[in-house]
């Protein structure tokens, strides 16, 4: 079964340094989806990143980016420039067809 | 474009009741995925509706059954609540079926089981 592990409930970082939250998962399957999502306090769950597995190259947004490490099974998230609204709880999610599993998540603190 | 919305935003249930959940989706999604989010847990996916059929269910028990509308809008329906019940309900809508598309959430349903 496949399941996905971030191994950091709690992550502290100051505001304009750089921080990475990792993320691991199981799977034998190739051909598959990765994300990262953020849920800010008592706000809505949005997306962070996508990366399709089929693709080596890293995804990109903004000051995210992201490590991924197929072989490895790996899918690290790196944040940039940290912003005091960067302060949230991060998902690491995956998905295959119509299974979609997300890790325990990752609390991140910015630090003024 | 108008988001994701559920409805109601709080609930109050005793165990053994049941209790129905609503969710609008984003415009221009036909796809519904419902998930539990236990205090300071992940998202559980709970099961997905494409085109009012179910598609895709995760680990929950048949008490756990949904719908989904011609207009894509959708309901979880959970029957003899448990206290373990207790929980954030999220809908999420997306393009299209599977989970390879980016899900757009809604602000979740606040559930508590006494």
């Known amino acids: 079964a496949q399941t996905v592990t971030q191994s950091q409930p709690e992550m502290s970082v100051q505001e304009a340094e750089t921080v990475t939250l990792s993320c691991t998962y199981d799977?034998?399957?190739?051909?598959?989806?990765l994300f990262w999502y953020k849920q800010p306090p008592s706000r809505q769950m949005i997306l962070v990143i996508r990366?399709?597995?089929?693709?080596?190259q890293n995804a990109t947004e903004n000051r995210f980016s992201v490590n991924f490490q197929k072989a490895a099974k790996s899918f690290s998230l790196k944040i940039s420039d940290s912003q005091l609204g960067d302060a949230a709880m991060y998902f690491c999610?995956?998905?295959?067809?119509?299974?979609?599993?997300f890790g325990k998540g990752t609390r991140l603190h910015i630090l003024p | 474009e108008t988001g994701v919305t559920q409805s109601p935003t709080h609930l109050i249930k005793t165990r053994g009741q049941q209790v129905t959940l609503r969710c609008s989706s984003q415009?221009?999604?036909?796809?519904v995925s419902w998930y539990q989010q236990a205090l300071g847990q992940g998202p559980q996916f709970i099961f997905q509706?494409?085109?009012?059929?179910?598609?895709g269910r995760g680990n929950f028990p048949p008490r756990f059954s949904g719908l989904q509308f011609p207009n894509y809008s959708s309901e979880l329906n959970v029957n003899a609540l448990e206290l373990d019940d207790s929980a954030l309900y999220l809908c999420?809508?997306?393009?299209?079926?599977?989970?390879?598309?980016?899900?757009?959430f809604g602000p979740g349903t606040r559930l508590t089981v006494l």
């Open positions: 415009s221009g999604h036909n796809t």
């Open positions: 799977t034998s399957e190739s051909d598959y989806y």
């Open positions: 999610a995956y998905s295959k067809d119509d299974k979609i599993i």
């Open positions: 999420a809508s997306s393009l299209s079926k599977g989970g390879k598309d980016t899900q757009y």
């Open positions: 990366q399709e597995a089929y693709k080596q």
């Open positions: 509706y494409y085109r009012e059929e179910e598609n």
